[in-house]
């Protein structure tokens, strides 16, 4: 509520897991509008006590910031599934269109379907177009499948549900073309003088 600050507590603690004692911490993250109970912020896995406060502090940084971002959980797939109709609805375009977009998303489907939208870096989203190169794919479907991404992780973003778009500065590998090639293109006509019209 404006005007008002929520005192955040934050706790750091050794816990114990399969894989031996982990350090976590839990941060008070203000009181969920919606139910008016308190909500919570865990994070484990830390290998020390250090690097749990260290990233305890840069979170409660965030917070007191007004940056944070409570990142969605959904897996790329969970996501695409529900923009299509979000993307249909609001584009109202035609049932062609949406078929394509489907298309391009089953082509990245391969690559982060199961991985968490928040956990989809600018890397992992760049070696898949370089994947989809090597295994032979045009420029122009392989623009396709881009653009589809790009709207995909825009949407998220618009929605708060992740901090950063990996899509940002991602590229598109082109093969360099050959001398043919470069001969075949269309070159610009010039008129000789006497073939100028008179006006």
Known sequence: MKGHFYKRSCTCKKKKCTCGAKWAFVIDIGIDPETGKRRQKTKSGFINREEAVTAATALLQELNLGTYV????QTFCEFANEWL???SEAKDVK????RVRRHEINKLLPYFSCLKMKDITGKKYQDA???LKEQGYPDSTRE?????GRMIFRKVLE???IKKDP???AYLKKDKKTIEQLEEEEIPKYLEKRNLPCF
Request: net charge negative; proline share 8%; glycine share 8%.
């Open 70 to 73: 409570d990142e969605t959980d």
């Open 85 to 87: 109709p979000i993307y």
């Open 95 to 98: 049932p062609g269109t949406i």
């Open 129 to 131: 177009l370089n994947n």
């Open 144 to 148: 396709g499948i881009h653009r589809t």
């Open 159 to 161: 929605m708060e549900l």
């Open 167 to 169: 899509t940002e500065f």
